[in-house]
């Protein structure tokens, strides 16, 4: 991190799609974003054999994320996150503070479909 100063400028980008970092590689992943003061601005980390255990994580950083950089892209589909697992992350991103943004017009991209078949009724 020290190497790039410029991510705690503009935060990073973070692409892990098409991988299998898995719950506790992702959750080691923002541990170190956050130790480092490094803001998460985008996070794509589709087909990677996530589950509802990455969901607190996502949840944690939604409410602790430093309020000039939220993340504005979450790219998590193809995964194995439940419909309360995504029911959970919306209700986060609707609750957290940080959308809408006043300063800003983007808003949350929250990808979450295709979910191998775990969202029981995605029209509910």
Partial sequence: ???FPY???S???????????GTEGLDKLF?????HRVPCV??????????????????EYL???????????????HNNITDKGAF??????AQCGHYPRLTSRLPLWLRLEAM???????HK
Avoid at 11 to 21: E, F, H, R
Avoid at 31 to 35: G, K, N, T
Avoid at 88 to 93: F, G, K, Q, S, V
Wanted: with cysteine.
């Fill in 31 to 35: 541990r170190v974003l956050r130790d």
């Fill in 1 to 3: 991190v020290q190497n």
């Fill in 42 to 59: 985008v996070m794509k980390a589709y087909r990677n054999g996530l589950d509802d255990g990455i969901v607190d994580t996502i949840i």
């Fill in 116 to 122: 191998c078949g775990c969202i029981e009724n995605p």
């Fill in 88 to 93: 959970r992350l919306i209700r986060a991103a």
């Fill in 11 to 21: 935060g990073a980008y973070v692409d892990l799609s098409d991988n299998q970092i």
């Fill in 63 to 77: 409410y602790t994320q430093p309020e000039a950089f939220p993340m504005h892209g979450i790219h998590i589909s």
């Fill in 7 to 9: 991510v705690r400028k």
